[in-house]
């Protein structure tokens, strides 16, 4: 039976029921995946590898009535996290030829769920940038304008669900990188907590980044943190298990919550009229739906946040250089990476491991004191983006002064890195459309390992206000 390719924009569930059902076969649905990447991919370049007969031999596997939660639905991985055999490059030449021989814990849960896995997608070289540029592979496009970016790093991530090639896909956020693609392609984006989802194998912890993934609906990312979250085997930190599925918990209403709201930022920076705007719809119809909304902030931190978050940022993405210097038993060249990788490594390289440790507990101090403000409040809501979504060529990283760049992207999305700090959650979420056509989308914190707050709010948000019917044209 031939699944129709707009099928693809079902919820995971249904898509999930149909195949166990003898509705639809899983092949059909990986076939209409991958119909619709070869439609729509090559003006949007999302991906950077496709397996189609890889995918088509696991879907063939797939019978009717499979019990897998998720057996037979299509999903891409962003390629920065190790799938064996599959392509893995950080988005830079340097490993364009890396294919790992294991798979990381978070890809095996996926797959024991039922998940097809059908190719990995583009990201900024080393997922530095809140843009997809790299400079190997080419930008990934916006699908709502193609003149802009779809964020990132998980940007490939995110326009491939957006356009509807996949109805879910993997990312990480190591300071936004979740959050920021799905508010610029209008789709949900969750943060989950520090701890909550395994970065195993070859990592025990990780300070700044989680893995997680980018969907159309709230009920889908929640039934998604249901399959990753959990302890594994040699786990350096983990958050502790919930009560209750998240999956059984987004079903049901928050009770009235102490909800602030603030449009102030770390970094200080002004924001863009119809970035507030979505911030001042979400809190009215919030309050509209019993809630305690109330002006405040936290005490944010002041200017050298951003060289903080950089002194820790830096080493802990320069580690993809350094794995490749050890394959390849050499140091990259210029035409390898790409001036702000160089730059970023270089600076890391050059940092005292007592000032790196300096830095860490700075960064701790300034995480107690907003985790702090939580106890008064229940949720912070803040914009997504403090501007629309940047035109491709704008930040890229590969200009005369790439550091430059970098805080250039800090300006663009002040809001999110922060709770990268803190460990908090956070999700994006639509609330409509600016003049320009681009998605307009709301950051929503929530108290540590709350996420069950958080996306009982979310999806009362998306009940409120539908968003998944939204598409952008072909």
């Not at 302890?231 to 209750?244: L, M, Q, S």
């Not at 907003?370 to 914009?383: E, G, H, K, M, N």
């Not at 491709?392 to 002064?401: K, R, S, T, V």
Request: charged letters at 20%.
């Amino acid at each position: 039976m031939s699944a129709p390719i707009d099928l693809l924009r079902a919820p995971v569930s249904e898509l999930a029921a149909l195949v166990r059902g003898g509705q639809v076969g899983a092949r059909d649905l990986v076939e209409a995946a991958l119909e619709r990447i070869a439609a729509a991919d090559p003006r949007i370049n999302a991906f950077v590898e496709v397996d189609g007969d890889g995918a088509l031999e696991a879907a063939d596997e797939i019978p009717p009535g499979d019990e897998r939660p998720f057996a037979g639905v299509p999903i891409a991985i962003k390629s920065n996290v190790p799938v064996a055999g599959r392509s893995v490059t950080y988005g830079s030449r340097f490993l364009e030829d890396n294919r790992p021989e294991h798979s990381a814990y978070m890809v095996r849960r996926l797959r024991e769920a039922g998940f097809v896995i059908v190719g990995m997608t583009n990201l900024p070289e080393f997922g530095i940038l809140p843009t997809t540029e790299p400079r190997h592979f080419g930008p990934t496009r916006n699908p709502w304008d193609l003149e802009r970016t779809p964020g990132g790093s998980s940007g490939g991530s995110a326009a491939a669900v957006a356009a509807g090639m996949v109805p879910v896909a993997h990312g990480n956020d190591g300071g936004g990188s979740i959050r920021i693609p799905a508010a610029c392609t209008g789709i949900v984006g969750l943060k989950p907590s520090r701890g909550r989802i395994s970065r195993g194998p070859d990592l025990g912890d990780s300070f700044l980044s989680t893995d997680g993934v980018l969907t159309r609906t709230v009920a889908d990312t929640a039934q998604l943190l249901d399959v990753l979250a959990g302890y594994e085997v040699g786990d350096a930190t983990w958050a502790p298990r919930p009560v209750e599925s998240y999956a059984s918990v987004v079903r049901r209403d928050p009770h009235p919550l102490r909800i602030a709201v603030t449009a102030s930022n770390p970094v200080g920076v002004d924001v863009n009229p119809v970035c507030t705007q979505a911030l001042q719809q979400a809190a009215e119809l919030l309050g509209s739906l019993g809630h305690h909304i109330e002006d405040a902030a936290p005490s944010w931190p002041g200017d050298g946040v951003l060289e903080l978050f950089i002194a820790i940022f830096g080493p802990a993405v320069s580690l993809g250089v350094a794995y490749g210097q050890s394959r390849a038993g050499r140091p990259p060249t210029d035409k390898e990476i790409e001036p702000l990788t160089r730059a970023v490594y270089e600076r890391a390289l050059a940092t005292p491991s007592v000032g790196y440790l300096g830095a860490m507990a700075q960064l701790q101090a300034v995480a107690r004191g907003i985790v702090a403000f939580f106890a008064s409040y229940d949720v912070l809501l803040t914009p997504a983006l403090a501007e629309r979504p940047l035109p491709i060529g704008e930040c890229h990283g590969c200009g005369e002064d790439p550091i430059e760049d970098l805080r250039r992207s800090g300006r663009f999305t002040p809001f999110t890195s922060i709770f990268n700090v803190t460990g908090q959650p956070a999700i994006t979420v639509p609330v409509g459309f600016g003049p320009d056509g681009l998605p307009t989308s709301v950051q929503l914190v929530g108290k540590p390992l709350a996420e069950d707050t958080l996306l009982q709010l979310a999806a009362q948000l998306e009940t409120a206000r539908p968003w998944a019917h939204n598409r952008p044209s072909d």
